[in-house]
T-cell receptor, first 115, second 109 residues
Framework: NAGVMQNPRHLVRRRGQEARLRCSPV?????VYWYRQLPEEGLKFMVY????????ESGMPKERFSAEFPKEGPSILRIQQVVRGDSAAYFC?????????????FGQGTRLTVV | SQELEQSPQSLIVQEGKNLTINCTSS?????LYWYKQKYGEGLIFLMM?????EEKSHEKITAKLDEKKQQSSLHITASQPSHAGIYLC?????????FGAGTILRVKS
């Protein structure tokens, strides 16, 4: 019974490159949340997706960032033209339905370093 | 401003001592989650509280929810080095699961 799987665990990109972060939710979970954690800070909500739909992207920067959760396959967080300020740990969580009354399962995170 | 305020921001305690971490919501709480994060790792679910006055315990960690005050507290009894890490409270507001900034706990041997 695999938990939330994120890959890669560590990602190094040069400024201006693209970063693709993958999140495979727990089997059967159709809700995915992405969070960003800067050093010494808490988790900041970025986006909430259900299969094929973006439900809430109020925490995601308007430019360079995008997220998807296709019918088949993992959820992808994409950062175009990365800058040093994008260096952070990115976590995803999944739940079988809206997290209210249920626990959300978190992945181990992807640590993005922009050099 | 933060929807969930945690206090203190950081805490250093001597091994064996008790400690309390607080979480206050600016909005009505319908449920509150506590997680622990070790440095450089993912989140570990500790417990979820749903009803006003509810109290749950897991090993030496107890959490309470006071809905009237829109607060929750996490209490650790006889702290151990294994308790060190970042403790985060979370609550659902609308579509989002929102977290406090976290409390960094260090336990001195």
């Amino acid at each position: 019974n695999a938990g939330v799987m994120q890959n890669p665990r560590h990602l190094v990109r040069r400024r201006g490159q693209e970063a693709r972060l993958r999140c495979s939710p727990v089997k059967g979970h159709s809700h995915v949340y992405w969070y960003r954690q800067l050093p010494e800070e808490g988790l900041k909500f970025m986006v909430y997706l259900q299969k094929e739909n973006i439900i809430d992207e109020s925490g995601m920067p308007k430019e360079r960032f995008s997220a998807e959760f296709p019918k088949e396959g993992p959820s992808i967080l994409r950062i175009q033209q990365v800058v040093r300020g994008d260096s952070a740990a990115y976590f995803c969580a999944s739940s079988p339905r809206s997290a209210f009354y249920t626990e959300a399962f978190f992945g181990q995170g992807t640590r993005l370093t922009v050099v | 401003s933060q929807e969930l305020e945690q206090s203190p921001q950081s805490l250093i305690v001597q091994e064996g001592k008790n400690l309390t971490i607080n979480c206050t919501s600016s909005k009505t709480l319908y449920g509150l989650y506590w997680y622990k994060q070790k440095y450089g790792e993912g989140l570990i679910f500790l417990m979820m509280l749903q009803k006003g006055g509810e109290e749950k315990s897991h090993e030496k960690i107890t959490a309470k929810l006071d809905e009237k005050k829109q607060q929750s507290s996490l209490h650790i009894t006889a702290s151990q080095p294994s308790h060190a890490g970042i403790y985060l409270c979370g609550a659902e507001y609308g579509n989002k699961l929102v977290f406090g900034a976290g409390t960094i706990l260090r336990v001195k041997s």
